[in-house]
C-alpha cells in the first residue's frame, strides 16, 4: 500500500517560479526522502530529512518535515525547464541504515519556458 | 560499478514465457531493493536483500515472482509465466551504510509482455 501521498498530482509552472509540492505519509517514521524521477527511468535522491528535523536545505531545493501533521513539503525555487520531471516522497520506517522505503504516487512538475 | 547496473534495458516476451533481470548494484552496497513501476504509478515495492539477513519478500505479488542475490552483489528477479499484468518498469536500486545518501536507481527494466 501507497505510505506517501502527494499533492498536486501534476503542477504546471514558468521558468523562475517558485514550485512547491506536498506530501502526507499515514504511520511513524524514521526519516523522508524526495526522489526525481524523469522519463519513467530510474529515480535520482534529491534529499533526506530525518523525524528529529524540520527543515533542510540543498541548493535551491528545501523540504520541511512536520511530524505532527505527518507531512512534508519540497519547495524548488527559482525553477527552470530542466527541473521538468516526476518527484516522488518516499518514507523509511525503520532506524536501520538500509531500510525499505515506501514511495508515493509521484506529482508531475512541468516549468514552462 | 560506478552506479546501478540493470539489463537488458528492455524486454519484450510472449504471454507464459519466463524471464530473467539482472541487477549490479554498486559495489559495496550491502542492501538492493527491486521495485516495480506501471504506466504513470507510484513505485511498488518487491523485495529487499540486506547483506546475509533473510530477504524481505513481502511485497511480491505472487509464487510466479522470485528473487535471489549471490555472494552479496548482482540479484536476478525471475518472473515465471508471464501475464500481460507484468508490464511494468522493473527497478532495482542498491544502498550503503551511510544514511544521509538514500538510495541509487538503476535506470531499469522496460518490460513487455504480449
Known amino acids: 500500500s501507497q505510505q506517501g501521498e502527494e499533492d498536486p498530482q501534476a503542477l504546471s509552472i514558468q521558468e523562475g517560479e517558485n514550485a512547491t509540492m506536498n506530501c502526507s505519509y499515514k504511520t511513524s517514521i524514521n526519516n523522508l526522502q524526495w526522489y526525481r524521477q524523469n522519463s519513467g527511468r530510474g529515480l535520482v535522491h534529491l534529499i533526506l530529512i530525518r523525524s528529529n528535523e524540520r527543515e533542510k536545505h540543498s541548493g535551491r531545493l528545501r523540504v520541511t518535515l512536520d511530524t505532527s501533521k505527518k507531512s512534508s513539503s519540497l519547495l524548488i525555487t527559482a525553477s527552470r525547464a530542466a527541473d521538468t520531471a516526476s518527484y516522488f516522497c518516499?518514507?523509511?520506517?525503520?532506524?536501520?541504515?538500509?531500510?525499505?522505503?515506501?514511495f508515493g504516487k509521484g506529482i508531475t512538475l512541468s516549468v514552462r519556458p | 560499478g560506478a552506479g546501478v547496473s540493470q539489463s537488458p534495458s528492455n524486454k519484450v516476451t510472449e504471454k507464459g514465457k519466463d524471464v530473467e533481470l539482472r541487477c549490479d548494484p554498486i559495489?559495496?552496497?550491502?542492501?538492493l531493493y527491486w521495485y516495480r513501476q506501471s504506466l504513470g504509478q507510484g513505485l511498488e515495492f518487491l523485495i529487499y536483500?540486506?547483506?546475509?539477513?533473510?530477504?524481505?519478500k513481502s511485497g511480491l505479488p505472487s509464487d510466479r515472482f522470485s528473487a535471489e542475490r549471490t555472494g552479496g552483489s548482482v540479484s536476478t528477479l525471475t518472473i515465471q509465466r508471464t501475464q500481460q499484468e507484468d508490464s511494468a518498469v522493473y527497478l532495482c536500486?542498491?544502498?550503503?551504510?551511510?544514511?544521509?545518501?538514500?538510495?541509487?536507481f538503476g535506470s531499469g527494466t522496460r518490460l513487455t509482455v504480449v
Open positions: 536500486a542498491s544502498s550503503g551504510q551511510a544514511t544521509n545518501y538514500g538510495y541509487t
Open positions: 536483500f540486506q547483506g546475509n539477513s533473510a530477504p524481505d
Open positions: 559495489s559495496g552496497h550491502t542492501a
Open positions: 518516499a518514507t523509511a520506517r525503520n532506524t536501520g541504515a538500509n531500510s525499505k522505503l515506501t
